[in-house]
C-alpha cells in the first residue's frame, strides 16, 4: 500500500513569491494535516482537511491556506513568502476525523532566500 | 489548554545501555497516545497507539507504556540506528472534534 506523498522534494522561492505544495494521502485516508518543522524544532499545526472542509487551522497568518480535492489530496499554498517560513512541510493523512494516528509524507523542504 | 511535554531533549547513549524517555501530558479526555520516529530531514514514521493506562505495546528494542499522567518509550539495548528523535502525541476530545497535539520531541544519540 502507498503510503502519503508530497511534491516537490525541494522547493526555492525569494521573498515575496507564492509556493504551492501537494499532499496525497494514503488511499481510503480522508483527512489531511499539514504541519511546519523549522530547523531544530518541534512540529507546528498549520491545517486540517477532511471531506473537502478546512476544519481546524493553527496560529498562523491568512497567507498560509489551502484546500483539499474530491479525492482528498490537498495543496498547501504560501503567499508573500518571506525569510522565516524556510521550513520542512510535512503532511500527514488519516482515516478521518475519529482516527488518531497520522501517517507523514517525506516532506517538502521550502527555502526562501 | 492541552499540553505535552518530553523529557529529556536530548539523550546520549552508550551502545547496550537501556534508558527511558518520558511523555507528561496534560489533556481533557485522553483518545489516545502516539509514539513516533523521526530521522533528521524526514517525516516522522509511526511507532505505537496507547489508549488506556496499563496498556503496553513492544516493537523490537522499543517498548511503551501508559498511565494515566504520562507515557514512556523504554529502549533495551539500544543500537546506533535506534538514533533518531522520538515523538510523542496526545489525541483529545476538544470542541466537537478530535485534536492531536504534538510533544517537541526527545532527540536519542546512540554511540557505538
Do not use: M
Not at chain 1, 87 to 98: H, N, V
Not at chain 2, 2 to 19: C, I, Y
Not at chain 2, 23 to 45: A, H, I, N
Not at chain 2, 73 to 95: F, W
Request: hydrophobic share 30%.
Amino acid at each position: 500500500e502507498a503510503g502519503v506523498t508530497q511534491s516537490p522534494t525541494h522547493l526555492i522561492k525569494t521573498r515575496g513569491q507564492q509556493a504551492t505544495l501537494r499532499c496525497s494521502p494514503i488511499s481510503g485516508h480522508t483527512s489531511v494535516y499539514w504541519y511546519q518543522q523549522a530547523l531544530g524544532l518541534g512540529l507546528q499545526f498549520l491545517l486540517w482537511y477532511d471531506e473537502g472542509e478546512e476544519r481546524n487551522r493553527g496560529n498562523f497568518p491568512p497567507r498560509f491556506s489551502g484546500r483539499q480535492f474530491p479525492n482528498y489530496s490537498s495543496e498547501l499554498n504560501v503567499n508573500a513568502l518571506e525569510l522565516e517560513d524556510s521550513a520542512l512541510y510535512l503532511c500527514a493523512s488519516s482515516g478521518g476525523p475519529g482516527a488518531g494516528e497520522q501517517f507523514f509524507g517525506p516532506g517538502t523542504r521550502l527555502t526562501v532566500l | 489548554e492541552d499540553q505535552v511535554t518530553q523529557s529529556p531533549e536530548a539523550l546520549r547513549l552508550q551502545e547496550g545501555e537501556s534508558s527511558s524517555l518520558n511523555c507528561s501530558y496534560t489533556v481533557s479526555g485522553l483518545r489516545g497516545l502516539f509514539w513516533y520516529r523521526q530521522d533528521p530531514g524526514k517525516g516522522p514514521e509511526f511507532l505505537f497507539t496507547l489508549y488506556s493506562a496499563g496498556e503496553e505495546k513492544e516493537k523490537e528494542r522499543l517498548k511503551a507504556t501508559l498511565t494515566k499522567k504520562e507515557s514512556f518509550l523504554h529502549i533495551t539495548a539500544p543500537k546506533p540506528e535506534d538514533s533518531a528523535t522520538y515523538l510523542c502525541a496526545v489525541q483529545a476530545h476538544s470542541g466537537g472534534y478530535q485534536k492531536v497535539t504534538f510533544g517537541t520531541g526527545t532527540k536519542l544519540q546512540v554511540i557505538p
